[in-house]
C-alpha cells in the first residue's frame, strides 16, 4: 500500500506499508476531517476497518488495546523520522539506495512506475 498526495496533476508518494502493516491517514481518522492523503493498494490485499466509533470505544474498555496503539504510534513515528531522512538525500541513486535499505521488504510489491 501507499500513501500519496496530489498537487498541481502530480502525485507525490509519502509512505510504502508492506503486509500485515498499519496504515491510516492519521490526521483524517483522528479528526474525522478530509485530508490531503490518499491511500492505494500495489497487490491484492486483505483489509481490515475500524471505524472512530469502536476506535474510542476499545481505547476506553481495553488496556491491551491501548498498549497496541502505542506500539503502532512508536513503530509509525520511528518510519516518519526515517522519512525526513530521506528527504536529506538528494539524488536519484541516493534515494533509490535509501529505498532499498529501509524498504526492502517491498521492492518486489512495487511497480517501477511509482
Not at 507525490?12 to 502493516?21: K, L, Q, V
Not at 481505547?59 to 536529506?88: G, P, W
Request: charged share 25%; proline share 1%.
Amino acid at each position: 500500500m501507499r500513501i500519496y498526495s496530489v498537487s498541481d496533476n502530480k502525485e507525490f508518494i509519502e509512505d510504502f506499508n508492506g503486509a500485515g502493516e498499519w496504515n491510516t491517514a492519521v490526521r483524517s481518522f483522528m479528526y474525522q476531517t478530509l485530508d490531503i492523503y490518499n491511500i492505494d493498494t500495489l497487490t491484492d490485499v486483505e483489509v481490515f476497518s475500524l471505524n472512530f466509533e469502536d476506535y474510542k470505544y476499545l481505547q476506553e474498555h481495553f488496556l491491551e488495546f491501548n498498549k497496541y496503539m502505542q506500539e503502532i504510534y512508536n513503530y509509525t513515528f520511528c518510519r516518519f523520522l526515517d522519512r525526513l531522512a530521506s528527504l536529506r538525500v538528494s539524488s536519484t541513486k541516493e534515494k533509490y539506495d535509501f529505498f532499498c535499505k529501509h524498504y526492502s521488504r517491498l521492492q518486489n510489491d512495487i511497480p517501477l512506475y511509482h
